[in-house]
């Protein structure tokens, strides 16, 4: 893949390993971004009354990219107000279940609602462990992120597939929030009812914008009372005739925030899906290795095969001063120190953390 540093500033001025926090703006996201609010500036309404066919536009791109039908795409401002309308849609006392110290955004909103919760443990046997609990438990409802914000551990996709095939009744609900951006996704053949994600993150978007898919079976199954003039597409004669999305986007739907979602799938489609996939597998393949070789890894990372951009060093705080020091970007998360890998870092990121790590760059 070429070399995108040019396009990021600030890849180009630190090692920056921290999209599973922040997402990077590009030069020409914001430079877009300035034409629109300009647009707005000197048009007014007559450039707003443009926005129907603009978010019709951005909706199409989501559902080409993922490969979803676009009436089963929802634009909202964030995982959480997405996942909140879902579960108020859901029927009360579910048995729900989740993955014990998951992203507090998936789990709190079935917590703090009349669900009945039970948990899988996260570690190397993620997928028999959800599979113990499934049989235990017996589910109407799984819902969990596809990669682990701390550990970046990341479960079996074709499990996710597998299992929903084995049972369709089980309403299985995703994350993606730390996975969309960094391989193909298909919504379509993925066995997910409901998957929703940020996208300041991955999608390189900034924030104010979020997605939702939500598959047309499983729309039949939510009884939504979120609604809004928007939801009725402006029209006082669908208000009792809504489309399930409707529901998700009760109000003005914003052209600056969307539209940024919608020119980072322009940005990716002109790189490639396969070519972005393919960058990340050979640089994260490196990361793992050197990083296992170094027993830096927690053994449910370590001991599993496919892992995620992300990753979780043991080390504390005065290793993260140092990297701090020496201009790595990265977080404390967990017990550890997570430093995650997307389209703009290179090998050579990945050898100046190495070489702070133990002062060499062995691969």
């Avoid at 507090?104 to 993620?126: G, M, Q």
């Avoid at 003005?252 to 996939?277: C, K, M, P, W």
Wanted: proline fraction near 2%; glycine fraction near 6%; charge should be neutral.
């Amino acid at each position: 893949m070429q070399d995108l540093k040019k396009l990021y500033p600030a890849a180009a001025s630190m090692t920056y390993l921290n999209t599973a926090s922040c997402g990077l703006l590009s030069k020409p996201l914001v430079e877009w971004r300035k034409a629109h609010d300009q647009k707005l500036l000197q048009d007014g309404s007559l450039y707003r009354d443009l926005h129907k066919a603009h978010i019709k536009e951005i909706r199409e791109s989501v559902a080409r990219f993922f490969t979803a039908r676009t009436d089963e795409v929802a634009l909202v401002p964030n995982f959480s107000f997405g996942i909140n309308v879902i579960l108020d849609a859901m029927s009360k006392g579910k048995k729900v279940l989740l993955l014990d110290s998951d992203y507090p955004s998936v789990n709190w909103p079935f917590e703090h609602r009349d669900f009945d919760v039970s948990y899988a443990k996260i570690d190397e046997n993620l997928e028999d462990n959800i599979l113990e609990a499934i049989s235990k438990y017996q589910p109407d409802v799984l819902a969990l992120s596809l990669v682990q914000y701390i550990s970046g551990l990341k479960i079996d996709l074709s499990f996710v597939k597998r299992l929903k095939q084995q049972q369709p009744s089980l309403f299985i609900i995703a994350d993606g929030t730390q996975f969309l951006g960094t391989e193909r996704f298909s919504f379509l053949d993925s066995g997910i009812d409901v998957l929703g994600a940020s996208c300041y993150k991955w999608m390189l978007s900034g924030y104010g914008n979020a997605l939702f898919m939500v598959r047309k079976e499983a729309q039949k199954l939510l009884h939504s009372s979120t609604i809004g003039f928007n939801s009725a597409d402006a029209q006082f004669s669908k208000r009792d005739a809504l489309e399930f999305v409707g529901h998700m986007e009760p109000g003005h739907q914003d052209t600056l925030n969307y539209g940024s979602l919608g020119e980072s799938i322009r940005f990716f489609e002109s790189l490639g899906v396969s070519a972005i996939e393919n960058h990340l597998a050979d640089l994260c393949g490196k990361a793992f290795q050197a990083f296992k070789k170094r027993g830096l890894l927690l053994a449910m990372v370590a001991n599993r095969s496919n892992h995620s951009t992300i990753f979780n060093l043991k080390g504390g705080m005065s290793l993260f001063q140092k990297l701090q020091e020496n201009g790595i970007v990265c977080s404390l998360r967990g017990k550890g120190i997570r430093v995650s890998f997307h389209i703009y870092n290179s090998e050579e990121d990945l050898i100046q953390l190495l070489k702070i790590l133990d002062g060499q760059s062995n691969l």
